[in-house]
C-alpha cells in the first residue's frame, strides 16, 4: 500500500456550547461521541472536562485552548469533526479551527430536537446554530462538509453513514498531498493523449519522478534467477493468476523486472506509477509488463499503462478514497446498439482482485508487431459484475488547470467473447458522457473500480483539493 494511503484515521473533535442552552448536552455528546467513533475505528482527539467546560468550545479562550491541542497533534489529524449538541457558539468554533492552523476537511453535525423537548431546560436550537456556524466558517474561507439530514442523531445510522463516506473524503484528502508519481519510459510514441502538464502537478503539490528504461534493462541483466527477491516476486505473479501457460524464463524475467520497479518504487517514495508498456520492453526483455501493473494496483499502489501519468493519478485517488484496488481502461467499444452501454478494455492490467478467473497470458494485439511468444505477461479476465466508480484527471494547459470527470454505472455480466481485460459496464446517460469527454479533450483512458463514491471524489477534489470536477448524472 501506498505511504500514504492511510487505514485509520484520527478525527479532531470539536464540541461546540452556548451558555443560555442546556449544558449537560455538551457532556452527552462527548460520551456518545467516543462510543460512535470507536465502533467506526476512527482515533480522536478531543478536549476533556478539565481543559475547559464540561469539554466544550464556548469562548475564545476555549477556541485557544482547543486550537493548541489540535496543533499538538496536527501530524496526526486527518479531519475536524464538529458536533452541535445545543446552538453552539458559531464564533468560538469557527476561531478553533482557524487558529488550529489545520488544512483538513471539517464535517458539521447538528443534533435534532424532540418535540417533546422544546422546553427551555431542553432545546437545542441545533438547527439554527449550524447555519450561524456555515455563515462564519465561510467568512473565514473555511470549507466545510454537511451531513446528509440538517440536523440527525449523534447516535443514530444516518450519521455514521455520513461519517464513513466522511472517512473516505478525508482519506483521499490526506493521500493527494505531496504524491509522488513515477514514470517509467517515454509515453509510446503516437499516444499526444496521455501528454500532461508537470508544472499543473507541482502546482497541486504533485511530484513526478522519472526513470529511462535504459537504467531498467542494466538493473534487470544484474539479477539472477536464484535471487531470493526474485523468487518472492515470482510467488506473487503466481498467486495473482494463472500461469500455467507461460514458460518459466519468461516468469522470471517478469520477476526480475518487478524487483527493479519495486526497489526504485520504495527508494524514491513513489505512491503510483505509470510505465512504458510497449513496445520497448517486449523488444528488449521479451514480456509484458501487465501482471506487474496487475500486482501492484492490488497492493493500492496502483499502476496506469501508457505512461498516462494522470491516468495513475486517476487511479490512485479511487484507490486511497474506498481502499478498493482500481483500474485504467480505454473507453473502447459500443455493445451492440444499447446507448447505455459500452466496453471498457485494456490488455491486461487489472487487479485480479476485480477479475473473474484471472489467466496469464499473451497480449496478442501487441503481438501483431512483436511477436505474440514476446508479449507473455498479459492477465486475461472478465471484471466482476457490481457497482462502478469512473473518475479522470487531466491536466489542460489552454486553461491553466487540472480538470477532471466522476460518475457511477454498474458492470453487468452480459456475454462478451473477447480477450484481455474487459468489463461491460451500463452508465445513465452514456452518449452525453461520451460527447462531454470529447468535446472537453479529456483522453481515451479512465480509472475506474468496484465502488460507488462518485459523491466523495467531486467533494474533494472541487471543495479541498480545488480542481474542477464534473459530475455526470449529478443526485
Known amino acids: 500500500m ?3 494511503i492511510v487505514e485509520r484515521l484520527t478525527f479532531a473533535v470539536i464540541v461546540g456550547n452556548r451558555g443560555f442552552f442546556p449544558s449537560y448536552l455538551v457532556a452527552e455528546a462527548r460520551r456518545d461521541a467516543l462510543d460512535v467513533f470507536g465502533r467506526l475505528g476512527i482515533n480522536t482527539v478531543m478536549l476533556d472536562e478539565q481543559q475547559t467546560k464540561l469539554g466544550g468550545v464556548e469562548t475564545w479562550q476555549d477556541a485557544k485552548t482547543c486550537a493548541d491541542l489540535f496543533r499538538r497533534h496536527r501530524d496526526d489529524i486527518h479531519g475536524i469533526v464538529v458536533l452541535l ?5 458559531e464564533k468560538a468554533v469557527a476561531d478553533a479551527i482557524r487558529l488550529s492552523g489545520l488544512t483538513v476537511p471539517v464535517l458539521i453535525q447538528a443534533e435534532q430536537d424532540s418535540l417533546d423537548k422544546m422546553g427551555l431546560a431542553t432545546r437545542r436550537d441545533s438547527f439554527c446554530g449550524k447555519i450561524s456556524l456555515c455563515n462564519n466558517l465561510r467568512q473565514c474561507g473555511i470549507p466545510f462538509t454537511l451531513t446528509g439530514r440538517h440536523v440527525c442523531a449523534l447516535t443514530g445510522e444516518p450519521f455514521a453513514r455520513d461519517l464513513r463516506q466522511f472517512t473516505q473524503l478525508c482519506r483521499l484528502v490526506h493521500a493527494m498531498k505531496g504524491v509522488r508519481i513515477g514514470a517509467i519510459g517515454a509515453r509510446p510514441a503516437a499516444f499526444n493523449t496521455v501528454r500532461y502538464s508537470e508544472k499543473l502537478l507541482e502546482r497541486m503539490g504533485v511530484s513526478v519522478e522519472t ?3 535504459s537504467e531498467v534493462f542494466t538493473r534487470v541483466g544484474h539479477l539472477s534467477d536464484q535471487d531470493l527477491r526474485v523468487g518472492e516476486k515470482l510467488g506473487l505473479l503466481k498467486e495473482n493468476a494463472d500461469t500455467a501457460a507461460i514458460p518459466a524464463d519468461k516468469l522470471h524475467t517478469m520477476a526480475k523486472l518487478f524487483v527493479v520497479i519495486s526497489e526504485w518504487v520504495l527508494a524514491n517514495d513513489i505512491d503510483t506509477t505509470a510505465i512504458q508498456c510497449w513496445t520497448s520492453l517486449q523488444e528488449n526483455l521479451g514480456i509484458n509488463v501487465c501482471s506487474i501493473m496487475s500486482v501492484m494496483s492490488g497492493q493500492l499502489m496502483p499502476s496506469a499503462c501508457e505512461v498516462d501519468v494522470m491516468g495513475a493519478l486517476s487511479m490512485y485517488a479511487l484507490a486511497s478514497s474506498t481502499l478498493s484496488p482500481a483500474s485504467i481502461a480505454d473507453w473502447n467499444n459500443n455493445f451492440g446498439d444499447e446507448q447505455d452501454k459500452c466496453v471498457l478494455f485494456h490488455c491486461g492490467n487489472f487487479p485480479s482482485e476485480s477479475l473473474e478467473n484471472p489467466v496469464m497470458g499473451t497480449a496478442d494485439i501487441i503481438g501483431t508487431t512483436v511477436g505474440c511468444e514476446n ?8 471484471m466482476k459484475a457490481g457497482p462502478l466508480t469512473y473518475f479522470r484527471l487531466s491536466s489542460d494547459e489552454f486553461t491553466g488547470k487540472v480538470k477532471a470527470y466522476v460518475g457511477e454505472g454498474t458492470v453487468v455480466d452480459d456475454p462478451l467473447d473477447t480477450v484481455g481485460c474487459r ?5 445513465p446517460a452514456m452518449e452525453p458522457l461520451l460527447r462531454y469527454i470529447c ?3 479529456f483522453e481515451h483512458h479512465v480509472a475506474m473500480n468496484h465502488s460507488a463514491s462518485a459523491a466523495v471524489l467531486h467533494e474533494a477534489f472541487t471543495k479541498y483539493l480545488g480542481v474542477e470536477c464534473y459530475w455526470h448524472e449529478k443526485p
Open 2 to 4: 501506498s505511504r500514504k
Open 423 to 427: 468489463a461491460v459496464v451500463q452508465i
Open 211 to 213: 526513470l529511462d528504461l
Open 375 to 382: 508479449t507473455c505477461g498479459a492477465v486475461h479476465g472478465r
Open 439 to 441: 468535446e472537453e479533450g
Open 85 to 89: 449538541p445545543n446552538f453552539g457558539d
